[in-house]
Each structure stands twice: as C-alpha cells, then as structure tokens.
C-alpha cells in the first residue's frame, strides 16, 4: 500500500503533531507540527523537516544548529492524526542545548530539571 498524506487528519490549520523519538534508545526527543510539504520534505529527503508555527515556514531541523534528524521511518497512529518518527539524532534535539526537550518532571507536585545542558 502507497503512502498517501491526504489520508491523514491534520487540524484545522492543516498541521498534524509528530514526535521524535531516537531510533537507539527509544528516548522521547521532541513534540513538532508537520504539514503535507515538510511531510513531502522529509519523505524525498531522508531529513526531518517540520513546519514552524511561530515562523509560519518549512523548518528542516537542524538548518542552522547542525543538530540534523535523520529519518528511519515514519509510524502512524491508529486514529491517522498524530504521527511517530523514528529518528537518528545528531546532537542535541532541544534548543536549549539538552537531548530532548523533555528535560522537566513533575514529582510529588514539584518541578525537578532532571536533565542538564549538553546532555
């Protein structure tokens, strides 16, 4: 069966959340929006390119940081409105410099930074 991006449910903005998640480890890396173009983007490519709602444009991770995600595969959730990319990971996948954007837990109702720059 061909992949087919209109079979998805992107949102009313025509964006559909997609999370990271190193191809090694299984660690959860970051949460990003896709729309069909980056979706195409990074299909032709093998580089994981998102659409950045602040920007209003295409953001091929890693353009300007060189922390590049490389595509292993894409996996679809059952109900086709959120998606799961396996990816190889060079460098942080945070802008704050960590390895994933999760780096806060709340424990006994308290915030705990549980993971460090450059980690």
């Known amino acids: 069966m061909t992949f087919d991006l209109t079979t998805l449910r992107y949102d009313a903005a025509g964006l559909i959340p997609a999370v990271a998640q190193d191809e090694q480890t299984g660690e959860v890396l970051m ?3 896709m729309n069909r173009e980056s979706l195409r983007a990074t299909l032709e490519t093998g580089r994981v390119t998102y659409w ?4 209003q444009a295409l953001w091929r991770k890693g353009e300007t940081s ?3 995600q490389h595509l292993g595969e894409i996996r679809i959730d059952c109900d086709r409105d959120s998606l799961l990319l396996i990816v190889r990971q060079e460098g942080p996948a945070c802008h704050t410099g960590r390895r994933s954007c ?3 837990a709340v424990r006994g109702g308290d915030e705990a930074e549980i993971m460090a720059r450059g980690a």
């Open 31 to 33: 949460l990003a929006w």
């Open 52 to 55: 950045s709602r602040s920007r």
């Open 66 to 68: 060189g922390n590049v």
């Open 102 to 104: 999760f780096y806060t």
